[in-house]
């Protein structure tokens, strides 16, 4: 048995397919905190609450947002076991956006649909692109990103 699945991998990719990734992530303000701190980010939305304290109206009802790095990180990481546990690389990530807010507590899913399958300059792997989404419980999307990926071809890598 090896150390990744064998359902994912180029061939096992339709496109039109949606995957909608079974685990979730509640953010906490640790994560937010630590992740604002390493990249330096200066937006004080993400970590100062007396700048929200003093302006409720202008800052979500006077509550801290979480850093979109933070958001967009869980995401592909909620993704990741199905759509590129047998990638060789990430190719590209193109067309995000941050629809919706995401505050200290909020609980995200992933669900990711294929969007394009190609052959690959190598013969043992090829591209699939995703539309990849992060979103809330009751179904708001607060990230959206296309994603693409160089995933291993099974008729190369698991031969009997």
Same mark, same amino acid.
């Given at each position: 048995?090896?150390?990744?699945?064998?359902?994912?991998?180029?061939?096992?990719?339709?496109?039109?397919?949606?995957?909608?990734?079974?685990?979730?992530?509640?953010?906490?303000?640790?994560?937010?905190? *630590?992740?604002?701190?390493?990249? *330096?980010?200066?937006?004080?939305?993400? &970590? /100062?609450?007396?700048?929200?304290? $003093?302006?409720?109206?202008?800052?979500? /009802?006077?509550?801290?947002?979480?850093?979109?790095?933070?958001?967009?990180? &869980?995401?592909?990481?909620?993704?990741?076991?199905?759509?590129?546990?047998?990638?060789?690389?990430?190719?590209? *990530?193109?067309?995000?956006?941050?629809? /919706?807010?995401? &505050?200290?507590?909020?609980?995200?899913?992933?669900?990711?649909?294929? #969007?394009? !399958?190609?052959?690959?300059?190598?013969?043992?792997?090829?591209?699939? !692109?995703?539309?990849?989404?992060? !979103? $809330?419980?009751?179904?708001?999307?607060?990230?959206?990103?296309?994603?693409?990926?160089?995933?291993?071809? $099974?008729?190369?890598? #698991? $031969?009997?």
């Amino acid at each position: 048995m090896g150390i990744t699945g064998d359902s994912n991998y180029f061939e096992d990719f339709n496109v039109g397919d949606t995957l909608v990734h079974q685990r979730g992530r509640t953010i906490t303000e640790a994560d937010n905190h *630590m992740f604002t701190s390493l990249v *330096m980010n200066t937006a004080e939305l993400h &970590f /100062n609450q007396n700048l929200v304290d $003093k302006e409720p109206a202008t800052y979500y /009802n006077a509550r801290r947002v979480v850093y979109g790095g933070v958001v967009l990180a &869980f995401t592909v990481g909620l993704a990741s076991q199905d759509t590129s546990e047998n990638a060789i690389a990430e190719v590209e *990530m193109d067309n995000g956006r941050h629809t /919706n807010p995401v &505050f200290h507590g909020d609980t995200i899913y992933a669900e990711s649909t294929v #969007l394009e !399958k190609r052959d690959a300059d190598r013969p043992d792997a090829g591209i699939v !692109k995703f539309k990849l989404e992060g !979103k $809330k419980p009751d179904g708001t999307v607060v990230v959206e990103i296309e994603r693409t990926v160089l995933v291993k071809r $099974k008729s190369h890598y #698991l $031969k009997a």
